[in-house]
């Protein structure tokens, strides 16, 4: 090798060994994007399960009603003078629908995942106003009422655990599974009545116990609605079109109450034409799992960069401040280790909880990088100060996986001051080396 060739390698071999860093950082991008694709295809897993539990069991749980569905005749005059007659169906909702209920949470095992699973007691009551209030424009001569059907509707049947009686007035009504129609409700029951009188007010009562899984959700169809229950669910979320308006969770359970009117929502009362999609109004209670360590998992994955940039960075530093050369194959396996600290993470987590998994998981990858780190550069003070250096990361890492909403702040901050610190105790490096002595002039 010639002096030219001995003096730009010398005078730039600094900056050529922080190009293959960078290029290093770059090359143990590629396991972690596995590493991410495996928790994905675990999470998937997962939701396979819960499905599988689900429809065995029984699914999400929506309640619609009862509705008052009333067949009617109407007369239609042709070209020709003739008269067709043809039969629809008016609907009419309750004045007032109150629903009090205590939902059992119940936790079922599958393989190594639980799945959270209901029963319900609901007691549902209200009334109807008459008929005749509702100005429909029907004549009372072409009201069917004997064809009249009461209906609710129910997202699984499998959930149902008793008959389904209702207390109409002074009688009692058995529903049936099936529905007259399927315009505003998808998947019901629904009951005959008996006769009624256009100008009566009736009044019902209904106990129905119901098993689902996920959440339960409730459309409200009263002109004014009231939904209140309890659970001893510590967990629970509250979502859909209204929220309730008073709500009280601790460790014990919860409670929630939930008052809608009809204001509230874009459909009437009542109706003979048209079709309004009531499911949009409903809202719901979750019963999800409290701790989803898929998710928690593929977050801290998100920051496997700045791990394997920040450790990668720290042996750099300390290779030229300390004079030992560490080859490249040592890098890797350095982010090897960094690496596995996912897979760790995502298979102990599976058998507990998430921050005993990141506990453990965080520990030994320390532990094996401080060792590993000792072996390299011969002295405990370095190996030590990675050490606690890693320790600091992971631990931050820890916190913003917890903050959620804050994350993006709090990580942008502790980014700042880490280049701050990184570009501080760089400053005095020579990196073109040592300037050579200039030949004395003659």
């Known amino acids: 090798m010639n002096p030219q060739t001995e003096n730009f390698w010398a005078a730039n071999k600094l ?24 928790v994905k295809e675990r999470g998937e897993r997962q939701e396979e399960i819960i499905r599988e539990v689900s429809s065995k069991w029984a699914s999400s749980q929506n309640i ?9 005749l109407e007369k239609r005059e042709t070209r020709d003078g003739a008269i067709n007659v043809v039969q629809k169906v008016a609907y009419i909702l309750p004045d007032l629908l109150k629903i009090n209920g ?18 319900s007691d609901l007691n549902i009551e209200g009334n109807f106003s008459s008929i005749a209030s509702h100005n429909l424009n029907i004549p009372e001569e072409d009201l069917l009422l004997n064809e009249a059907k009461l209906c609710m509707g129910i997202t699984d049947f499998k959930g149902i655990e008793d008959q389904v009686i209702m207390q109409w007035n002074e009688s009692q009504v058995v529903f049936n599974s099936g529905l007259p129609d399927n315009d505003i409700i998808k998947n019901g029951l629904s009951a005959g009545l008996p006769t009624q009188d256009v100008k009566a007010t009736h009044a019902f009562k209904l106990k129905l116990r119901l098993k689902g899984s996920e959440k339960l959700s409730f459309t409200p169809i009263g002109k004014t609605t009231q939904v209140s229950l309890a ?41 003979k034409e048209g079709r309004y999609n009531i499911a949009e109004s409903a809202f719901w209670v979750g019963l999800l799992q409290p701790v989803d360590s ?26 030229i401040l300390q004079k030992k050369a560490v080859h490249p194959i040592q890098y890797i396996l350095v982010g090897m280790a960094l690496s596995i600290f996912y897979t760790l993470l995502l298979s102990i987590s599976e058998y507990i909880r998430f921050n005993a998994a990141y506990a453990i998981a965080s520990s030994a990858t320390i532990l094996l990088i401080t060792l590993y780190t000792k072996s390299l550069f011969s002295t405990w ?15 931050f890492i820890f916190i913003l996986i ?10 942008s901050i502790g980014l700042f001051i880490l280049l701050a610190i990184i570009m501080y105790y760089s400053r005095k490096i020579e990196w073109y080396g040592k300037p050579q002595a200039k030949p004395a002039l003659q």
Request: aromatic share 16%.
């Open 15 to 38: 900056t050529i060994k922080g190009i293959v860093v960078g290029i290093l950082i770059l090359v143990m991008l590629i396991p972690s994007a596995f590493i991410a694709s495996l």
């Open 64 to 72: 619609t009603g009862p509705v008052l569905v009333v067949p009617y």
């Open 102 to 119: 205590e939902i059992f949470p119940e936790t079922k095992y599958r393989s190594i995942y639980n799945i959270t699973v209901y029963g």
């Open 231 to 271: 659970s001893a669910w510590a967990d629970p979320t509250f979502d859909g079109n209204f929220l309730p308006f008073e709500k009280n969770v601790d460790q014990s359970g919860f409670t929630a109450n939930w008052k809608v009117q009809h204001l509230n929502r874009n459909y009437p009362q009542s109706w």
């Open 294 to 319: 898929y998710s928690k998992t593929m977050r801290s994955v998100k920051y496997a960069i700045l791990f394997i940039a920040l450790t990668f960075g720290l042996y750099f530093f300390v290779e």
């Open 381 to 395: 003070k370095v190996s030590l100060l990675f050490g606690g250096l890693l320790t600091m990361l992971y631990g």
């Open 402 to 411: 917890q903050l959620q909403d804050n994350a993006l702040l709090f990580g």
